[in-house]
């Protein structure tokens, strides 16, 4: 049976199911597995080639650094979007990385500075005034090229349909600006890796995590797509906070790379000490590169995840089915009655991160930045 193809037809047969009390078969909810989205480059394999939505952003930087760091990757471009500091900060954060990393070939550009309908709320208490952890860093060098972000990402994928993977670790207001302006790009992105939501709580309200919190709006395009979706979230990136020892590893290695990310998270160490939660060294965005290069870091669940939007508190949580009936709220007693659906079968739109190997994890992110 076709999935519903619109919000209103997947709402309206779920309602009508439940209200004509139509009792869905038990879905044996699928079974966790390891990553298996496209074959990820191992030894020998041709690197995966991905484009970077970002906003860094102290994890932004430490996933950037991996990513230019790491064979088994190939960084088609980087994408700055508003987020942890508007993209006046973001957009020249993205490019002293790439100019550190002595990676001035990859085309960098500038996104939305704004979220798609809301004002925009950044975590400059997290990331530093400058999204660095307030280290300076001189200016770059390296200037953007004249594309914008959607321009560019649409550009390289038409370019190369099937062949290029979005690394998503920022809010997704551009990825829901290019999906909204050309929907038939959708079936030429092969995955989307989004570094974002959580099914157990949030980050920025109890409800929702940061990314989807920015812009609700342009995480519900992107899960409504149907471009394969793997979701990295909180229930396991908070499973991974970085630690005194590693600061110290990458303080000891005299490479740019490493004496930047160095300074960076020891910045951002030094304000989790003065107080702020302690997860405000979690390697959200790291882990969500790490997991393209080693498939064997996260296993995988199998959801459907609806993004709320219209919370008074919890606008940009995930809402994870993981097996039929997908039951939206109670319809209003002035609502339509829903149409019945004749659909039970249950349509997972994303591969949900629910286990990490955090030692992996470590020693992956380690070796490439000291290395
Ligand atoms: O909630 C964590 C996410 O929000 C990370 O991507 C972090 O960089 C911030 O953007
Ligand atoms: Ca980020």
Do not use: C
């Amino acid at each position: 049976m076709k999935p519903p193809h619109t919000r209103r037809e997947f709402l309206s047969r779920s309602a009508a199911a439940v209200l004509s009390s139509k009792l869905f078969p038990g879905i044996e909810s699928a079974s966790a597995k390891t990553h298996s989205g496209n074959a990820v480059a191992s030894s020998g394999a041709a690197p995966r080639r991905i484009i970077i939505d970002t906003d860094p952003g102290v994890d932004d930087a430490m996933a950037i650094f991996l990513a230019l760091r790491s064979p088994e990757l190939k960084v088609e471009a980087i994408t700055a979007v508003s987020g942890n500091v508007p993209l006046d900060l973001t957009l020249p954060n993205a490019l002293r990385l790439a100019e550190i990393a002595g990676r001035t070939d990859i085309p960098i550009t500038g996104g939305a500075s704004v979220p798609l309908v809301r004002r925009l709320i950044t975590a400059k208490y997290v990331h530093g005034s400058n999204g660095l952890g307030g280290v300076d860093f001189p200016e770059p060098s390296l200037k953007p090229v004249a594309e914008t972000a959607t321009q560019l990402i649409s550009r390289l994928v038409r370019a190369n349909p099937g062949g290029i993977t979005i690394v998503a670790i920022g809010p997704l207001t551009n990825i829901g600006t290019l999906l909204r302006s050309d929907p038939e790009i959708a079936r030429l992105i092969p995955q989307i890796v989004i570094m974002g939501g959580s099914l157990s709580g949030g980050n920025i309200t109890p409800a929702a995590e940061f990314n989807l919190y920015v812009d609700p709006e342009a995480a519900r395009i992107v899960f409504d797509s149907g471009i394969p979706l793997t979701m990295v979230g909180l229930d396991v990136t908070e499973k991974v906070l970085l630690r005194e020892e590693h600061i110290v590893m990458l303080e000891r290695v005299q490479n740019p790379v490493s004496q930047a990310a160095g300074k960076i998270m020891r910045a951002t160490l030094n304000r989790a000490h003065r107080g702020i939660d302690a997860t405000v060294i979690a390697m959200h965005d790291p882990l969500t590169v790490a997991s393209l290069i080693d498939p064997q870091l996260l296993k995988l669940q199998d959801y459907y995840v609806e993004v709320e939007t219209e919370g008074e508190f919890t606008a940009g949580m995930t809402v994870g089915y993981a097996h039929a009936p997908v039951r939206p709220s109670a319809p209003r007693a002035n609502a339509n009655p829903p149409q019945p659906d004749p659909d039970s079968s249950f349509h997972p739109n994303a591969k949900v991160a629910v286990g990490v190997d955090p030692d992996r994890f470590f020693n992956l992110l380690m070796s490439r930045l000291t290395s």
